[in-house]
């Protein structure tokens, strides 16, 4: 069984930044495809930003307009999203999301696929992120 640990969320201003980590505990975990999600009161989860295997193949929301920054550090088992010039409507619980490598070999397309709900295995819990002056 795969677990994800996101940390990080908490009270921020408008303008400001904001780091998420998210531990993946799952030996190999650099072969599963790991994604942000966030949720808003009423509204579906979208996608926030994917990452591939390496740090060279990640996607964003439309939303993030280069605000956002996703990496990985396999030898932690580490998943990062740093965020700047948060804006009010990036208020909402922040998701970190693994596909398995089955998964990304046989049932995506794109890497893009990542940042489909729909296509990932195994959920974290949350961490909420409230931005407000």
């Known amino acids: 069984q795969v677990t994800l640990v996101e940390s990080g969320g908490g009270l921020v201003q408008p303008g400001g930044p904001l780091s998420l980590s998210c531990v993946v505990s799952q030996l190999h975990s650099d072969y599963y495809g790991i994604s942000w999600f966030r949720q808003a009161p009423g509204q579906e989860r979208e996608g926030v930003a994917c990452i591939g295997r390496t740090n060279h193949n990640t996607y964003y929301g439309e939303f993030v307009e280069g605000r956002f920054t996703i990496s990985r550090d396999n030898a932690k088992n580490t998943v990062y999203l740093e965020m700047n010039n948060l804006k009010l409507e990036d208020t909402g619980t922040y998701y970190c999301?693994?596909?398995?490598?089955?998964?990304?070999?046989?049932?995506?397309?794109?890497?893009?696929?990542?940042?489909?709900?729909?296509?990932?295995?195994?959920w974290g819990k949350g961490t909420l992120i409230t931005v407000s002056s």
């Open positions: 999301a693994a596909a398995n490598p089955w998964t990304l070999e046989t049932q995506m397309s794109s890497l893009r696929n990542l940042l489909d709900p729909r296509y990932m295995d195994y």
